[in-house]
Each structure stands twice: as structure tokens, then as C-alpha cells.
């Protein structure tokens, strides 16, 4: 009982270990993958990326302002793999170190992330090019 009571006099002491969203910056780790990007500028509107997204999180949508099919990430489904950065012929889509914002399941609308809300690229955080890898041993 005396041990219980000194270790609950000790936590009492210590900082606490979670962070107070949003009220604190989250720091991400160097390899974090967070919200998907596309240039507009790049993306032909080919649908590779929705067709190899293992988690079918990305619906490609008719855009009447530029007159094709564009991706729209449903960031509910999305794993984060970077799958559809990888599958782009066209090098359109960037995984950048931004956190998705929380919702709720109901909140359909504030899932997705269409085209025309994105920021310029040079105003996204960019992702760092990942470490080489070790060399072979022999």
C-alpha cells in the first residue's frame, strides 16, 4: 500500500506525457507521411493513383473548371502508405508532413479533400527524400 502511495505521489511530480491538441505543436517524425498533394499543374487526370490505392481513398471527380477527372483523397480511408505518390507517372502527387484535421465518422464533407482547396506547393510543407539505404553486407 506504502509503495502505491509513493508512485502516486511521484506522478503527481512529473509532467504529464500527452500533448494538448490543438493547443500545443505536434512535432512529426522525419519519415511521417500526412495529407496527400496534388499540382494541378501536373496531374492529366490518367486515374493510376485511384485505380492502385489499396484502401480506396481516392475518388476521381469531373471538374468543369479545368474540364477533366481529378483525384479526390478521402482522407477517412486513406493509410498513408503514399502507394498513389509512388503509382504517378506524372510525379502529381507529393505526401507532405501535414496532420489530418479530426472528424467524426458522420462528417462526410471534411473527409475529403478536392483539388480546389489545396494550397500551392510552395506553401505545403514538403516531405524530405527518405535516407539511402544501408550497404550490402558481404
Same mark, same amino acid.
Given at each position: 500500500?506504502? &509503495?502505491?502511495f509513493g508512485e502516486i505521489i511521484g506522478n503527481l511530480r512529473r509532467k504529464?506525457? %500527452?500533448?494538448d491538441v490543438p493547443f500545443e505543436k505536434v512535432e512529426v517524425e522525419e519519415?511521417?507521411? =500526412?495529407?496527400?498533394?496534388?499540382?494541378?499543374? &501536373?496531374?492529366? =487526370?490518367?486515374?493510376? !493513383?485511384?485505380?492502385?490505392?489499396?484502401?480506396?481513398?481516392?475518388?476521381?471527380?469531373?471538374?468543369?473548371?479545368?474540364? #477533366? @477527372?481529378?483525384?479526390?483523397?478521402?482522407? =477517412?480511408? !486513406?493509410?498513408?502508405?503514399?502507394?498513389?505518390?509512388? %503509382?504517378?507517372p506524372y510525379d502529381a502527387i507529393k505526401m507532405t508532413k501535414e496532420v489530418?484535421?479530426?472528424?467524426? +465518422?458522420?462528417?462526410?464533407?471534411?473527409?475529403?479533400?478536392?483539388?480546389?482547396?489545396?494550397?500551392?506547393?510552395? &506553401? #505545403?510543407?514538403? +516531405?524530405?527524400?527518405? +535516407?539511402?539505404?544501408?550497404?550490402? @553486407? #558481404?
Amino acid at each position: 500500500m506504502l &509503495k502505491l502511495f509513493g508512485e502516486i505521489i511521484g506522478n503527481l511530480r512529473r509532467k504529464p506525457v %500527452t500533448i494538448d491538441v490543438p493547443f500545443e505543436k505536434v512535432e512529426v517524425e522525419e519519415l511521417y507521411r =500526412g495529407l496527400e498533394f496534388l499540382d494541378l499543374d &501536373k496531374c492529366i =487526370g490518367c486515374g493510376a !493513383c485511384a485505380l492502385d490505392c489499396p484502401a480506396a481513398a481516392i475518388e476521381m471527380v469531373e471538374f468543369k473548371e479545368v474540364n #477533366r @477527372k481529378l483525384p479526390v483523397f478521402i482522407i =477517412g480511408r !486513406c493509410v498513408f502508405c503514399a502507394q498513389c505518390e509512388d %503509382t504517378c507517372p506524372y510525379d502529381a502527387i507529393k505526401m507532405t508532413k501535414e496532420v489530418p484535421r479530426p472528424f467524426f +465518422p458522420f462528417e462526410e464533407e471534411r473527409m475529403r479533400i478536392e483539388p480546389k482547396e489545396l494550397r500551392p506547393l510552395e &506553401k #505545403r510543407p514538403q +516531405p524530405k527524400p527518405l +535516407p539511402p539505404p544501408p550497404p550490402a @553486407k #558481404r
